[in-house]
């Protein structure tokens, strides 16, 4: 039986929290469909003073005039009964940060539909655009599924493959997954029954897990492949940031690059040579050359500008810890 497109907009409730949720808001709130609620994380305090401040969603939400709901949990029957009286013809998830119980799935409709920032199965699981840079994959993408009850399981509506630059960071592939993913959604709810019914499932090969970042993780242990510290660098600027010690402060690193340097007789972590092109660290293999850092109480600079200031900061035979 030829099946055809729906006609008329869906009825819409939307899930999520940070920025990269808020590009796919943005598109829906430009699409012909009708989004009557949105649901986010309660607000937390951020930066110093730890000022509660509403995240990207909901901020877009309330500009535009949409009901917010922000449950601590979802398994609460009051906001279940809450969900069921919008008449849902579907709820669309996108980087939530809760768990959607099968009550809650079984509401909409149609479908709940997610947004993941990765070619599935490869990096199910919270932190998949950083992950993938930190392997040194060479693409990433984005795939948008119907949930079920698993951890980014469910059977997939549509996915396109995005290549990685060579020297492209977290935050600039989390930038071009964002637009990538809203354009993908809205294609997808064009026709969401006839996407549903051609709904493939995941691969049982090739399933990996993308944990969640850590500020521990970011510490830099030279003794480690240039490559794979380089890779590390690039997945956590903007955030957590790869850092180092020196004399006990942590210097953060915002950018560099694997290099081949004569490290004999050198531990990993001793400076090779320290210059305007950059610090020179001996690592587990070859050499890192250290372009961009940021000391402690200073804005990021090119490692030129820091030694006209400190110029006997790193010098040759230094330790960075």
Not at 40 to 62: I, N, W
Not at 140 to 146: A, L, N, V
Request: a negative charge; hydrophobic letters at 45%.
């Amino acid at each position: 039986m030829a099946h055809s497109e729906q006609s008329s907009p869906l009825r819409l409730a939307f899930a999520g929290t940070p920025d990269f949720a808020a590009s796919c808001l943005q598109a829906l709130l430009d699409s012909p469909h009708d989004v009557v609620a949105v649901l986010t994380q309660p607000d937390r305090g951020a930066g110093r003073g730890k000022k509660v401040k509403p995240g990207p969603v909901k901020a877009l939400a309330e500009n535009a005039g949409i009901p917010v709901l922000q449950p601590t949990t979802l398994k609460d029957e009051a906001i279940q009964a809450q969900l069921r009286d919008l008449g849902l013809d579907a709820l669309i998830v996108v980087a939530y940060g809760l768990i959607i119980p099968q009550a809650v799935l079984d509401i909409p409709l149609l479908a709940c539909v997610n947004v993941h920032a990765s070619l599935l199965p490869r990096w199910r699981g919270a932190a998949p655009i950083q992950r993938a840079i930190m392997a040194g994959d060479r693409q990433s993408g984005t795939t948008i599924m119907r949930m079920d009850a698993g951890l980014d399981t469910g059977p997939m509506l549509l996915a396109e493959a995005l290549d990685i630059g060579e020297r492209e960071t977290g935050g600039e592939l989390h930038d071009r997954l964002a637009g990538q993913g809203a354009r993908l959604l809205v294609t997808v709810l064009e026709d969401l029954p006839g996407h549903l019914q051609r709904a493939q499932p995941q691969p049982d090969d090739g399933v990996t897990y993308a944990h969640k970042l850590s500020k521990e993780e970011a510490r830099l242990d030279f003794r480690l492949p240039a490559r794979a510290l380089s890779c590390r660098i690039r997945a956590f600027n903007p955030w957590p940031v790869c850092w180092f010690d020196l004399d006990g402060k942590a210097v953060r690193v915002w950018e560099a690059r694997e290099c081949d340097a004569d490290t004999t007789l050198l531990e990993p972590g001793d400076i090779v040579t320290a210059d305007a092109d950059g610090i020179v660290v001996a690592c587990g293999d070859i050499a890192l050359r250290l372009q961009r850092i940021q000391l402690p109480g200073k804005k990021p600079m090119s490692v030129a500008e820091v030694l006209r200031g400190h110029p006997d900061l790193f010098a040759r035979g230094g330790h960075l810890g």
